[in-house]
């Protein structure tokens, strides 16, 4: 069964920086698209950053562009959300997925499958 579990949120001061990660297991990691998306209490689960299987395409939301970085180790089964100038507005729960051989996309409906989750609070 596939399976993905993201690690590293936590409380962070404004300005602060994370690294979250999130490790894949039961398909072919270098198959997949890998994107990362936010929920914030009571809102839209949105968002954040994606990239290809090769990692030759990536795509951030406005809201993160310039501030995070998403990356991949295939040989880990590994993705990776690196956070820098965090703000308050940047508090969610952080959630990995996965859409095997997809294109890069923003929509949740493209993925088949996700995490659990991850809490970034980010306090000012």
């Known amino acids: 069964q596939v399976q993905l579990v993201e690690s590293g949120g936590g409380l962070v001061q404004a300005g602060g920086s994370l690294r979250l990660s999130c490790a894949f297991s039961?398909?072919?990691?270098?198959?997949?698209?890998m994107g990362w998306f936010r929920q914030a209490p009571g809102k839209e689960r949105e968002f954040v950053a994606a990239?290809?299987?090769?990692?030759?395409?990536?795509y951030y939301a406005d809201s993160v562009k310039g501030r995070f970085t998403i990356s991949r180790d295939n040989a880990k089964n590994t993705v990776y959300l690196q956070m820098n100038s965090l703000k308050s507005e940047d508090t969610a729960v952080y959630y990995c997925a996965a859409h095997p051989w997809g294109s890069v996309s923003a929509s949740i409906y493209e993925y088949n499958y996700w995490g659990h989750g991850t809490q970034v609070t980010v306090s000012s």
């Open positions: 990239n290809s299987w090769s990692g030759g395409r990536i």
């Open positions: 039961g398909r072919t990691f270098s198959s997949c698209t």
